[in-house]
């Protein structure tokens, strides 16, 4: 196997799987795992065999590659803007399965709407969520504007479901029982305001994977009905920091070989940003981990190297070959073409990443 | 077309292409583009034409797709290590082009030749150039070792042509020239060793985007015989904050849709990392620059959002396109599988990214 490479520990897969599935059912949430993260069909079959309600995606490019595995229940959870291009592929996706969209004004429910009336023979309606803010600033209204928004998607024949709110901001030291709990608000708020239009909202959908363990469900007595998790399936160095996961729980990781030590203190390893990708937020104190040389950090990253301080620990030698547990994950799956599958030590099978490069 | 689409504006292209030809050409200095910028056979064709001595790649990846498209000088400017997986393929590649390897290490000299030698059909050698470090602190020996790792080289029955060097530390304000000295400095010191040690070292390789205006040639009495600068094909928001262009000769750009505006001074783009890539150094001041929007600034970037302030500007509407010029065009290019192709403001044709994700 040449280097870089991406491996999947799929016993540990397996096991992040079942323990998430088993975590939300417990607590009576419904899981729509998020494939941007894998972006594999397979690995979501497992999640839906394993008890998850359907998939979530961020786009419609990801929707048409799980709908084309005869994946049945897809919810595009993103502020969707359906322009020329993009309403017979809506269209295409709604008369194929269960769709439901994000939308966060009113702009994007009329066109939307329109999108559906000008196709005379859809049988299955385009079902919506309303996006809310919670805290992250991203996308999404407030949540008070959400039953504003849910009256002209209901009014112009969209089926409204409820809400759904990413609580993003969990994505930093001590944050995620503070963005669950934001979460929870905000969904609550966005239900109330839904009622006062005298709507339901059935569905009340947040997650991240750091908050996931902290969402206020119906076994809580909290207002979240399902959670949409993603990185989970496999974990990362960001997950590690964060507490969400211990090392022995990362699924997959980038296989590289030392290539040059130039000096005493310093070795270079041949996986660059092209494998692992820059994502680096401050509280994260390397470019990966290496845990066959905890003391040492990855400072410094170009598109074909990673070059690392040993620290006090040990220098490996030119030729080889070191594991690096990546950032963050979901930016990893999406720069290669497939996967080298290891069970019990082995690379035992070979998995495309189906939904690499969908980004539209 | 959908968004993000990554666009080519290819008069710019062509423009940059020629003023990179002439500029070096009119030093004295051979030019050598590392084609990891841009990933086509189609440009790398066109650099040749304009007088290109042939192409650096930066894997052996790269070398077989140019290679395969009858492609005959490459560099492959890495310090590589030709393992039992890479040596078939090295001396594959050796049979068919003019192939020249970077070393930095003693260890990487013998499994460099240890490859070459267990094929006894190989009829064209493998060439050499030696990496020294001119101040990035990344791969490369001290220069005063070059003339060490050249001799065990030439021993081992290697074709030292000289050495090479990666100026990279032009990347920051104010560092271009003092990159550019240091580089000349570099190179000169390492052609010493060579000297010293009885080889002769006529080629002298160097060269970044930044630095490149300033790199010390034949025609300035400089020690520099060649360059080897990948991004100015396109150029991107770091070489317009460096200033080794202007935002008119921006060659590549992404095209984004505004699908939510969540608050007055906020809007959020569909571009976002999956197609912009997370590179961001800290003078940069955001994820890419809004030509139509200057006084925006993308201060949040995640998958597939971008969140752009508007600043004392106007804000788009949902629905309106904008133009994103990303902060590092080499990791934009290896994000996508095509280009659309513009000429005269029309999309005229799509290209492939021929080696896009061939990290290996």
């Known amino acids: ?62 929707a048409e590659t799980f709908a084309e595995a005869g994946l049945g229940e897809i919810f595009v959870a993103y502020p969707l803007w359906i322009d020329q291009e993009r309403a017979p592929r809506l269209r295409a996706l709604a008369g194929q399965v269960r769709l439901t969209a994000g939308v966060d004004s009113l702009a994007s429910v009329h066109q939307l709407a329109a999108a559906v009336r000008r196709h005379a023979k859809l049988e299955v309606p385009v079902r919506v969520l309303v996006e809310v803010d919670c805290g992250l600033r991203r996308s999404g209204v407030a949540p008070a504007d959400a039953g504003r928004v849910a009256v002209a998607a209901a009014r112009a024949g969209l089926a409204v479901d409820g809400v759904f709110t990413f609580p993003g901001h969990s994505y930093a030291p001590g944050m995620p029982a503070r963005a669950a709990a934001d979460e929870a608000a905000a969904l609550a708020d966005a239900a109330d305001s839904l009622a006062a239009a005298g709507l339901p909202c059935p569905v009340r959908s947040g997650g991240s994977t750091p908050s996931a363990a902290q969402a206020a469900g119906p ?64 509280w994260v104190p390397g470019h990966g981990l290496l845990p066959a040389f905890p003391e040492a950090t990855v ?16 220098r490996p030698a ?35 990443v189906d939904a690499r490069g969908r980004n539209s």
């Open 1 to 62: 196997m040449a280097t870089p490479a991406v491996l999947v520990d799929v016993g540990r897969l397996d096991r992040n799987l079942h323990a998430m599935a088993a975590s939300t059912a417990r607590r009576g949430l419904a899981l729509r795992p998020h494939v941007k993260t894998h972006k594999s069909i397979e690995i979501a079959r497992c999640q839906l065999r394993q008890g998850a309600a359907g998939i979530s995606v961020a786009t419609l490019g990801e």
């Open 219 to 282: 076994g809580d007595g909290g207002p979240v009905t399902e959670l949409r998790p993603g990185v989970y399936a496999y974990n990362d160095a960001q997950q590690v920091i964060l507490g969400s996961c211990t090392l022995d729980e990362v699924a997959l990781s980038v296989l590289a070989t030392v290539v040059s030590t130039p000096a005493p203190d310093r070795f270079v390893l041949d996986a660059g940003a092209k494998v692992l990708g820059y994502d680096r937020p401050a």
């Open 299 to 314: 400072t410094g990253l170009w598109e074909h190297h990673a070059v690392a301080v040993t620290g006090a620990g040990p």
């Open 318 to 352: 030119v030729g080889d070959r070191v594991v690096v547990v990546p950032n963050h994950v979901c930016t990893v799956v999406n720069l290669v073409d497939e996967l080298h599958v290891v069970r019990d030590g082995q690379v035992v099978e070979r998995w495309p």
